[in-house]
Each structure stands twice: as structure tokens, then as C-alpha cells.
T-cell receptor
Framework: NAGVTQTPKFRILKIGQSMTLQCTQD?????MYWYRQDPGMGLKLIYY???????DKGEVPNGYNVSRSTTEDFPLRLELAAPSQTSVYFC?????????????FGSGTRLTVV | AQKVTQAQTEISVVEKEDVTLDCVYETRDTTYYLFWYKQPPSGELVFLIR??????QNEISGRYSWNFQKSTSSFNFTITASQVVDSAVYFCALSEADSWGKLQFGAGTQVVVTP
């Protein structure tokens, strides 16, 4: 009953460094999403995927990349980290027809770029 | 384009008072889904409710109730007899039926309940 697992929970990056935020779900969900939450703001969609091998940009994709080689995993890659990417990142998943109970969110990754 | 507006940034109440959170949305779709999420100080997102656009029936769950009015594009949330544990940020969100499940969130309303 792991649901959506995000790692790491916290990370401090220096400007220009790169990193990958990991997201894994064990519910065989087709749809997966990456959101970022800036202080005092709502969540904004970075990228999403509707199945293995299929990804698309959300509202704020610049500075990020994703891949979806398996149904379970949806990593988010930050290249050349910038202070503007300081945020809390949430991964979420949902079954294709599963509107009944909303989405399953991970516990978040708090990223600070200094 | 879809849009969700939560005009109230913060609401402070004393325990046992009622509090109503406003949510106004915009969408061109006739089929859509509305959600409320709670984010306690620990940071996780807790699902509260989903409502379909074709179901305007109001809902009550314990101390929580929701008022969905398509005529005014609003989906308001009321906490009755608030408790300190209700202190959190509450988000309203919208997903259009043909949007691959993408959620558009409002900016959130911080609820502070003091004893």
C-alpha cells in the first residue's frame, strides 16, 4: 500500500547543478503528473504522462524534463538548477477512469536552490 | 482555458465558529470535475471531495459541507464548528473531462483556527 513514493524528501542544490526527482507508484495508474508549489501559491503542472512512453508539457515546463519508460516510474529531471526552481514538488497519479476518489499524491520533495 | 479563483488568502476564526471558503471557476467544457484538497502544516495533500459538473447536489460529510452552484460557477466549502485540527491550507481544483486529468488549482486559502 505504498501509493506514490517520492525521493528525496529534501534537497539543497547549488545553482547550475542537476538532479532527478524520483516518483514511483504501485497502483498501475496510467496517468502521472508533476506539480510544483511555490510558497503561498497553488500547485502548477510541470509535466504529465498518460502512459509509458507518452509525456507532455504542462503550464510551467521550462527548465525540466521527464521520461516515462515504465508505468510505475515518472522521474523529473532538473538541468542547470536556478533559484526560481526553489519549490515543493509533488508527484501524483490516477487511474484512467478513476475520478471517484481523486488523485494519489506523493508526500512531496522540498527543493532549495542556492 | 480553465481557471480557479480562491479570493480569500487567509481566514482566521475562533474554535467552534463556522468558516466558508469560496471557490469560483471558469471552464468552457460542459463536463468537468471539481475537487477540494486540504494541506495541513505537515505538507501532504489530503483529498476531501470530488464533484461532477452534472451533479449539483450539495454534500455533507460530518462537519464539512459543499455547495455547488453551476449558475454562479462556484463550489464553496463550509467547515461547521471549526476545530484547531482544521488549521490548514485548502485548495479548490478543476479538471476538464477532456484534459487528461490535469488539475488546475486555485491559490489556496489558509484557515487558522485558534482555541
Amino acid at each position: 500500500n505504498a501509493g506514490v513514493t517520492q525521493t528525496p524528501k529534501f534537497r539543497i542544490l547549488k545553482i547550475g547543478q542537476s538532479m532527478t526527482l524520483q516518483c514511483t507508484q504501485d497502483m498501475n495508474h496510467n496517468y502521472m503528473y508533476w506539480y510544483r508549489q511555490d510558497p503561498g501559491m497553488g500547485l502548477k503542472l510541470i509535466y504529465y504522462s498518460v502512459g509509458a512512453g507518452i509525456t507532455d508539457k504542462g503550464e510551467v515546463p521550462n527548465g525540466y524534463n521527464v521520461s516515462r519508460s515504465t508505468t510505475e516510474d515518472f522521474p523529473l529531471r532538473l538541468e542547470l538548477a536556478a533559484p526560481s526552481q526553489t519549490s515543493v514538488y509533488f508527484c501524483a497519479s490516477r487511474g484512467r477512469q478513476d475520478y471517484n476518489y481523486g488523485y494519489t499524491f506523493g508526500s512531496g520533495t522540498r527543493l532549495t536552490v542556492v | 482555458a480553465q481557471k480557479v479563483t480562491q479570493a480569500q488568502t487567509e481566514i482566521s476564526v475562533v474554535e467552534k465558529e463556522d468558516v466558508t471558503l469560496d471557490c469560483v471557476y471558469e471552464t468552457r467544457d460542459t463536463t468537468y470535475y471539481l475537487f477540494w484538497y486540504k494541506q495541513p502544516p505537515s505538507g501532504e495533500l489530503v483529498f476531501l471531495i470530488r464533484r461532477n459538473s452534472f451533479d449539483e447536489q450539495n454534500e455533507i460529510s460530518g462537519r464539512y459541507s459543499w455547495n455547488f452552484q453551476k449558475s454562479t460557477s462556484s463550489f464553496n466549502f463550509t467547515i461547521t464548528a471549526s476545530q484547531v485540527v482544521d488549521s490548514a491550507v485548502y485548495f479548490c481544483a478543476l479538471s476538464e473531462a477532456d484534459s487528461w486529468g490535469k488539475l488546475q488549482f486555485g491559490a489556496g486559502t489558509q484557515v487558522v483556527v485558534t482555541p
